[in-house]
């Protein structure tokens, strides 16, 4: 059974780091475009960053840009998300998204949108506050 579950959400402080991970059970996930995405309270999910699975190109949202980092750890079958000088409105659920179509890489030209994932996992809960 292919799973994804997300791990490393918590409380920090604005200007503060952390790393999320998403592991996956069930399949390779190198073989699959793997994206992170948000959902703040009472907002929709939005795309964060995601990594391809043809040439290992990476997209980010603009909030993203400088601040965030995803990479895959494919020996542990993880990709990550290290997020830096967090801010406020960087509270949210964060999910990891999986498209299931080796065929395609939904993430190769652009960080592209939730429809494009078929597999979420539960989210973890990332909280800036001081």
């Known amino acids: 059974q292919k799973q994804v579950v997300e791990y490393g959400g918590g409380s920090v402080q604005p200007g503060g780091s952390l790393k999320l991970s998403c592991v996956a059970s069930?399949?390779?996930?190198?073989?699959?475009?793997i994206g992170w995405f948000r959902q703040a309270a009472g907002k929709g999910r939005e795309g964060v960053a995601c990594?391809?699975?043809?040439?290992?190109?990476?997209h980010y949202a603009e909030f993203a840009k400088g601040r965030f980092t995803i990479s895959r750890d494919n020996a542990k079958g993880a990709v990550n998300l290290e997020m830096n000088a967090l801010k406020g409105e960087d509270t949210a659920d964060y999910y990891c998204?999986?498209?299931?179509?080796?065929?395609?890489?939904?993430?190769?030209?652009?960080?592209?949108?939730?429809?494009?994932?078929?597999?979420w996992g539960q989210g973890t809960q990332v909280t800036v506050s001081s």
């Open positions: 990594v391809s699975h043809m040439e290992g190109r990476t």
């Open positions: 998204g999986v498209s299931l179509d080796p065929s395609v890489d939904v993430c190769y030209r652009a960080l592209s949108n939730k429809r494009e994932y078929d597999l």
């Open positions: 069930g399949f390779i996930s190198e073989n699959y475009a």
